[in-house]
């Protein structure tokens, strides 16, 4: 298991208004034969408790299976050309909502990479937002 800097871009595309957040944060990241697996911490505003956050990148980029728990709990499951139901907690309550996956890229080096995964959002089947998540990586040498 490696340490890793991870830059982590996020955009959003809602109602033909975009928006983007940046996260860089410390993280680990290993390679499990089937998938790239990557753990941090998202530290949230007081009271919540911090989110821990995995994520699974499968190697055939097939699939990416985002885990949050502490704070607020979540799985999303992203799939080339597949539509998937998932939980969503807001911390005010659950959310039921569609996950139709677009896009899943690799780019891997020996010190760094990066992964790109696009998908689309839907609630009761209108599609509420187009999100893509930009995660680039290099691995902490000094650890």
Known sequence: MDRILLKIIGSQLVDGQSDQIELTTMGTMRD??????????????????PVQVTVRIQKDES??????????ESCLIVEKAKRNQCNYDTGFGNLLMGIYGRIIEMNIQEDNGSFTFGYDIDVNGAVTSKNTVNMVYSINKNN
């Open 32 to 49: 499990n034969g089937m998938a790239y697996v990557i753990r941090y911490t998202e530290e949230q505003e007081p009271p919540m408790a």
């Open 63 to 72: 699939a990416v299976q985002i885990t949050r728990t502490g704070g607020v």
